[in-house]
């Protein structure tokens, strides 16, 4: 595997070329977005696309999301509608990903055999430099195995793949820390099928707005398989008192637990990771946070948050990775 380090404020040419080169020859790059890093092939190359899902042990009928490096990129790929064009018009380049109609110039097995193509163009010099330099779009979901957390870092993606992919662009850690949010913008209202730092309040300012739930139909990554789960069982808990006397209990019972809280100092006697003083640093820690735990638990208890801003997008993740525990439940009566 070659590991290129850049600067991701200022990122050095020849350096991303070396790995531009990788994709045009069917390879597999794993690069940093702001959301997390991406595992990337050239979008348009079935052969290269179809490695991405052997390599992450991806079900074949979950689609993967386009990246760009330009809005005008878009139109080769999509056929973007008035709603679509008024999205890229805000938020484009950043954290939003947008299902729209497809071009027949994309293979079937990106978009999983739907008619709808998941584009975005990410806020990343990184990132856009690797599109701009690949001459193609880039299909990429986060670059992790299928199930387990999302990378926020090189080393993350490195744990999980080793010398299954050419290369990893190292840019340092990530700005956002949770995936994109993803929009479909052939309904109305549109509909938020993946929550993330583009909230549904700040959508709202534009068009009115649901949240869709489970599906049977993957329109977009993370809708209808578990995600971002460690090995060790994840338990998600809104009440930090009853964190601590669950966290008492499995200790009495033999477990190692691990905690994940804001400013978690009242759980002194169990190992923590402090997700931070606000809703933004707890996005950007929480996958970190759940894979530097995993290799220490056997039990993550993690701090439930209110599901408003990002709050929705955080909570979306727990639910995916753990189970939400019921406050209506005593402590006593845990069968874990």
């Known amino acids: 595997m070659l590991i290129i380090r850049v600067n991701k404020d200022n990122p050095e040419t020849e350096k991303i070329k070396k790995a531009a080169e990788i994709i045009k020859k069917s390879g597999l790059v794993a690069f940093p977005t702001e959301t997390v890093y991406g595992l990337g092939a050239d979008a348009l190359n079935a052969r290269a696309v179809k490695r991405i899902f052997e390599v992450k042990g991806?079900?074949?009928?979950?689609?993967?999301?386009?990246?760009?490096s330009s809005v005008d990129d878009v139109y080769k790929i999509a056929k973007p509608n008035k709603i679509a064009k008024k999205l890229m018009e805000e938020f484009f380049p950043g954290p939003l990903t947008l299902v729209m109609e497809k071009k027949d110039i994309v293979p079937d097995i990106t978009t999983a055999n739907l008619k709808t193509i998941a584009v975005r163009m990410p806020d990343h010099k990184v990132a856009l430099k690797l599109?701009?330099?690949?001459?193609?779009?880039?299909?990429?979901?986060?670059a992790n195995k299928s199930g387990k957390?999302?990378?926020?870092?090189?080393?993350?993606?490195?744990?999980d793949f080793k010398d299954e992919i050419e290369c990893v662009i190292d840019g340092g850690e990530v700005d956002i820390g949770l995936e994109s949010t993803v929009v479909d913008t052939t309904t109305y209202p549109i509909e938020i099928?993946?929550?993330?730092a583009?909230?549904?309040?700040?959508?709202?300012?534009?068009?009115?707005?649901?949240?869709?739930g489970e599906s049977d139909v993957a329109k977009s990554p993370g809708m209808k398989y578990r995600h971002y789960a460690p090995e060790a069982e994840t338990i998600v808990i809104k009440d930090r008192k009853k964190i601590l006397e669950l966290a008492k209990k499995l200790s009495k019972n033999g477990k190692i637990?691990?905690?994940?809280?804001?400013?978690?100092?009242?759980f002194k006697d169990f190992i923590t990771f402090d997700l931070g003083r606000n809703y933004e640093e707890f996005a950007k820690n929480l996958f970190k946070a759940l894979r530097e735990l995993d290799k220490k638990c056997n039990v993550i208890i993690v701090e439930?948050?209110?599901?408003?801003?990002?709050?929705?997008?955080?909570?979306n993740r727990l639910k995916k990775a753990g189970k939400l525990y019921d406050l209506s439940q005593s402590i006593t009566d845990n069968k874990r």
């Open 58 to 68: 991806r079900p074949p009928d979950n689609p993967l999301i386009v990246h760009v």
């Open 131 to 142: 599109i701009e330099l690949s001459e193609t779009p880039i299909a990429a979901p986060s």
């Open 149 to 159: 957390p999302s990378p926020t870092r090189a080393e993350h993606v490195i744990e």
């Open 193 to 196: 099928l993946r929550p993330g």
């Open 198 to 212: 583009i909230t549904k309040e700040m959508l709202e300012e534009f068009f009115d707005v649901k949240v869709a």
């Open 257 to 266: 637990v691990g905690i994940a809280a804001m400013n978690p100092k009242e």
């Open 304 to 315: 439930g948050i209110e599901e408003k801003g990002i709050g929705l997008a955080i909570m």
